[in-house]
Structure formats: C-alpha cells, structure tokens
C-alpha cells in the first residue's frame, strides 16, 4: 500500500538535545511538508520541499532543520534552539505542480514530549 | 491576514443524527477549499477539495458546501456513526503565484458520536 510513514510514534527530547523525525513516502509524490500540531491551534507549516535537495522555510521554521537527499524521504531534525518543541508532528506529501487541487496525504504523527 | 475559523468547536450527536459543522474564512486569493477527517493520533485524512465553481461535494455520508460568496463552507454528516467521531479540520488554499499556494488551517470542530 501506497502512504506516508513517520517514526517514532513517540519521543522524548531531554533539555539540549537535537532529535530527528523520519518521514519517508512511497506516493511519488514531489513534495513533502512539515507541520506542528499545537492543542487549540491549527496546523503551522515548519519546512517544506519541492523538489530533492531543494527546501523552503514555512512559517515556524525557527529552531528547526531538514534536508531532502531522496525524493522518498523529509526527515526534520529539532534543535536545541526549538524552545517549546513539545507537539504533534505531522509530515505530508503532494504532487507539487497540481498543489492547488490534490490533498496533502499525511503520516500518521510523531509526537514530541521533553523530559 | 488569512484566517479560517471554524464553529462549534465541539459538538456530541446521537449515532444515526445528522449534523453540520461550519467554517468561515478571509483567505484570498482563494483557490479551492478542503475538510479533512483526523481521528485522535492519528494524521488528518481528506474528504473533500471544492474549488471556486463548485457549490456542493460529497464523499459517501459527508457533503461539504461552499458559498465562495460569503467566503462560507458547511460540512453536513448524514446518518452519523460511531467512527465519525474525530476532528474536522477546514483548510483554505490561497493562490501565491504561478502554481504555488499557501494553505491556512483551522482549528477544528471535535465530533463525539455516543449510543
């Protein structure tokens, strides 16, 4: 089956320390995206990508870094400069030259807690 | 500033009652409008994409309108289930240039479907 796969499920960060989500898609798909999930808030777009080895900030992207060496994989690492890492990450691909009328497929989360 | 706000913010139905769930927005550029389906942990699942011309869109017992208009969309749920319960998010996407877009998130309406 064709989809979008995050791991882990679940992670702790202690004070300091940089950890990385793995997001890997087998939809062809060109783009990929990152986004956090806060409780009352809606999805904020950290980076996004286009196209391999090509990457664009969103609007939270602070803190944060990602890089696109295969078109099936947009792993986001979070740096000790990300303050309040605690959320709900959610990766997301789409084809990119028909954005405006596809879904965003997503993953099914990652999510992020300090210790 | 683009904005989707979407009411209520909560609601509990019978199983087997219908129910609407709404959404107003001041994006523009608008390009087309989507509801997605995101069960608790788990990542957001589309429904429905309605571009500027379309009026009405229906996916199985989940119908989604759109009043490009008044800038106002309706999610209506047919003969609710169980596994209706879940968040609706409503995502506006608005046009940045050539094929690119900028999606803007609302928070969600939680739906619980009790016996």
């Known amino acids: 089956d064709g989809g979008i796969t995050q791991s882990p499920k679940y992670l702790f960060r202690k004070e300091g320390q940089n950890v990385t989500l793995s997001c890997e898609q087998n939809l062809n798909h060109d783009a990929m995206y990152w986004y956090r999930q806060d409780p009352g808030q809606g999805l904020r777009l950290i980076y996004y990508?286009?196209?391999?080895?090509?990457?664009q900030k969103g609007d939270i992207a602070e803190g944060y870094s990602v890089s696109r060496e295969k078109k099936e994989s947009f792993p986001l690492t979070v740096t000790s400069a990300q303050k309040n890492p605690t959320a709900f990450y959610l990766c997301?691909?789409?084809?990119?030259?028909?954005?405006?009328?596809?879904?965003?497929?997503f993953g099914d989360g990652t999510r992020l807690s300090i210790l | 500033k683009n904005q989707v706000e979407q009411s209520p913010q909560s609601l509990i139905i019978l199983e087997g009652k219908n129910c609407t769930l709404q959404?107003?927005?001041?994006?523009?550029?608008?390009?087309?409008l989507r509801w997605y389906k995101q069960d608790t942990g788990r990542g957001p699942v589309s429904l429905t994409i309605?571009?500027?011309?379309?009026n009405t869109k229906s996916n199985g017992r989940y119908t989604a309108t759109l009043d490009a208009d008044t800038k106002q969309s309706s999610l209506h749920i047919t003969a609710s289930q169980l596994s209706d319960s879940a968040s609706y998010i409503c995502v506006v996407s608005a046009i940045l240039s050539g094929t690119a877009s900028k999606l803007t998130f609302g928070t969600g309406t939680r739906l619980q479907v009790t016996l």
């Open positions: 959404c107003n927005y001041t994006v523009s550029p608008f390009s087309n």
């Open positions: 990508s286009q196209i391999v080895n090509d990457f």
């Open positions: 997301a691909s789409s084809f990119w030259a028909e954005l405006s009328n596809q879904p965003q497929h």
């Open positions: 309605m571009t500027f011309s379309e």
